[in-house]
């Protein structure tokens, strides 16, 4: 995948699948071939020498692992079974005595389970606020830390991070600088050319966007670094790669991702600027909206849209936050984000008091429905609170 030139843009290349088309059948898709073993001849030569054993490799990740390498514009790229994979696989480098910064107020999950791992292997975690750039670069600066891993727009507070600022103080001292991107999709943000080493994803959110596959992935700027060939060790090894049939999947709901986020991100554009316009409603937290704290560095950083998640505080507490979700009719109740459908949670019954998350925050991830069904699904239930 090295060296390959990225000339089409992004909503060519997820259309046609990079180009692909099968050379056996001559399908403009790719078939799925879920063999987990591949044959040798009699010289014992492997007859398709990329495909050995099916936990190293199969062709439908290889697909979909070079329209995603195309769609950030990066070097190479490798996928796992999940988002957390993802993560797994950045840190497996880490060794003990090692330091990692990491960005406070990022996607729970990933803190919950970088401060378990920290803890167990003696990698020193710091957690740090990066919306506060100067602060930020000085802690990379004093640190020296093996990995920076930031999220740009976090999940559920809604801040960008200054990345290009960022990368040059971690070029200063040595670091390698990670990004998880989930909540912009490589359509609005391609974070390596922002100067980030790694670009991180959770694909079972927009990227697949059909709320049916579980993925995560990697995609880097330089494949030759000791890290990423450390990545690429432990995908074998640990096996967290993903199966070829979500594979496929993937394949497919990839075609129309630059469509849905477009769709996505004009239907979240409406419901933030009705939000905040609602006497229900305290405050909404969405870049594109002019009032956003980081509605600049969003201008800078993405482009087509301003992504397709936002959280909201109601008026109110945990009661009217609950009682906002009760009343929803249509719009469904759940987790994730990034789905054709339009989902909202109420974040703290999710997250407790350990990230200081409000009680009265809704985070919404807008589909791509209607525009006026949404907003009027949301005007009933805030109504109702
Ligand atoms: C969901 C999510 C993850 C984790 O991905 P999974 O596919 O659920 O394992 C990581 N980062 C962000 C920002 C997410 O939203």
Redesign the pocket.
């Known amino acids: 995948m090295a060296d390959k030139p990225n000339q089409k843009q992004v909503d060519t290349i997820a259309a046609r699948a990079n180009g692909y088309t099968d050379p056996n059948s001559g399908g403009v898709v790719p078939p799925i071939q879920p063999s987990t073993t591949f044959l040798r001849d009699d010289a014992y030569n492997l007859v398709v020498p990329e495909n050995s054993y099916g936990r190293d490799n199969n062709d439908q990740v290889r697909l979909a692992e070079e329209i995603l390498c195309s769609l950030e514009g990066g070097q190479d790229t490798l996928l796992f079974a999940?988002?957390?994979?993802a993560?797994a696989a950045l840190v497996e480098p880490l060794k003990s005595g090692d330091t990692l910064l990491l960005q406070s107020g990022?996607?729970w999950?990933?803190t919950a389970y970088l401060r378990k791992v920290c803890a167990h292997r003696e990698i020193a975690l710091i957690e740090a606020d990066a919306t506060d750039t100067s602060a930020f670069c000085e802690s990379v600066a004093s640190e020296r830390p093996k990995l920076v891993l930031v999220?740009t727009p976090s999940?559920p507070w809604i801040r960008l991070c200054d990345v290009p600022r960022i990368s040059q103080a971690c070029k200063n001292s040595g670091s390698l600088l990670a990004v998880?991107a989930?909540?912009a999709t490589p359509v609005l943000m391609q974070p390596l050319q922002l100067g980030a080493d790694i670009v991180m994803h959770?694909a079972?959110?927009a990227i697949n966007g059909h709320s049916d596959v579980?993925?995560?992935v990697l995609t880097c700027k330089n494949q030759n670094s000791e890290h990423w060939q450390e990545i690429m060790a432990h995908r074998a090894g640990g096996g967290a790669i993903l199966s070829a049939h979500d594979a496929w999947m993937l394949i497919r709901g990839m075609r129309t991702l630059p469509l849905r986020i477009e769709r996505m991100c004009e239907n979240a554009l409406a419901i933030a600027e009705f939000l905040s316009s609602h006497a229900a409603v305290q405050e909404v937290w969405y870049p594109g909206l002019s009032s956003h704290v980081d509605h600049a560095l969003a201008d800078q950083h993405m482009s087509g849209g301003y992504g397709y998640l936002m959280s909201f505080l109601v008026k109110g507490g945990r009661e009217e936050a609950l009682t906002f979700c009760r009343y929803l009719d249509g719009i469904h109740r759940a987790t994730?984000?990034g789905g054709t459908e339009s989902l909202v949670e109420h974040r703290h019954t999710i997250e407790g008091e350990l990230t200081g998350c409000p009680e009265n925050l809704i985070r919404l991830s807008a589909g791509i429905e209607n525009k006026k069904d949404l907003i009027n699904e949301l005007d009933q239930a805030l109504r109702s609170i």
């Not at 999940?82 to 994979?85: F, K, R, S, V, Y």
């Open positions: 999940t988002g957390m994979a993560i990022c996607y999950g990933t999220e999940n998880d989930t909540a959770s079972t959110k579980l993925a995560g994730s984000l």
